[in-house]
């Protein structure tokens, strides 16, 4: 499957979000880019506050009676914001959303409270962003110590995006809760980052697990968290840990 997205200005272009010209510009390079006739999911990588939403959806509706588009989904929406697309799209006959991409992890649980309902409202999947929480729940970050040599948090182009809505992924206090949910991951005989993507894929609302993988086996180690069944005690016990530094609202 071919999933792209757009809002955000590509390469050195200061256009960006989600007018109909902009819809129509941006699907016509992605194509060209990625040498295809057809994309399969084509997401709005955010809200756009500044183009009337009947505008996106008409544009978006357009590239799917097109050809072009397949299906369509969003990014980083809020509830409200959902319930109205989905308000429009019924109204006018407009292709609805299929997809929602959230951040979502045992650290950042935001979705819960309001977006997954409203996904679960409007039948609209969630492909779950960000599941190992930028890499700090595999448990190679130790709390004072220096991140490992060709780590997300070692880069400087990287790290920058480890910090989420005013916190440190790389704080002491964060990492020593982190190491709590060592020995409950060894208990079940999982890696951690098998524990934490069993944690994110346990929801019903959840269709995918997106990762990033540097290696082969790091692939081969993820998925086998597929199929994975946490247990109440299990979860009990992750919800001791991580109690304090997880964010839910």
């Known amino acids: 499957m071919i999933a792209t997205k757009l809002y955000f200005p590509v390469g050195d272009d200061p256009d960006h979000g989600l007018s109909a010209a902009q819809i129509e510009k941006q699907l016509e390079r992605s194509l060209h880019r990625l040498n295809v006739d057809t994309i399969d999911l084509y997401q709005c990588h955010r809200y756009d506050k500044e183009t009337p939403l009947e505008e996106t959806l ?17 990014s980083e929406w809020t509830a409200e914001q959902i319930d109205a697309a989905a308000a429009i799209a019924g109204q006018n006959n407009l292709v609805p959303f299929s997809s929602s991409q959230p951040q979502y992890s045992m650290l950042w649980r935001k979705p819960e409270a309001a977006v997954f309902p409203a996904c679960a409202r409007h039948a609209i999947g969630s492909l779950a962003f960000s599941p190992l929480a930028h890499g700090v729940l595999t448990g190679k970050y130790k709390p004072g110590e220096p991140p490992p040599p060709g780590s997300r948090a070692a880069s400087g182009q990287m790290n920058v995006f480890m910090e989420s809505a005013g916190r440190h992924y790389r704080s002491d206090f964060l990492l020593e809760a982190v190491e709590h949910l060592k020995p409950i991951a060894a208990d079940l005989s999982l890696t951690m980052p098998q524990l934490a993507l069993a944690w994110v894929l346990r929801r019903p609302e959840v269709a ?3 990762i990033g993988a540097s290696r082969p086996e790091q692939i081969a180690d993820n998925v086998r968290a597929i199929g994975v069944k946490l247990s109440t005690e299990a979860l009990d016990r992750i919800d001791h840990a991580i109690s304090t530094v997880a964010v839910t609202a």
């Open 208 to 210: 995918s697990a997106i």
């Open 58 to 74: 008409a544009a978006l509706d357009r590239a799917v009676k097109s050809g072009k588009v397949r299906a369509i989904g969003f």
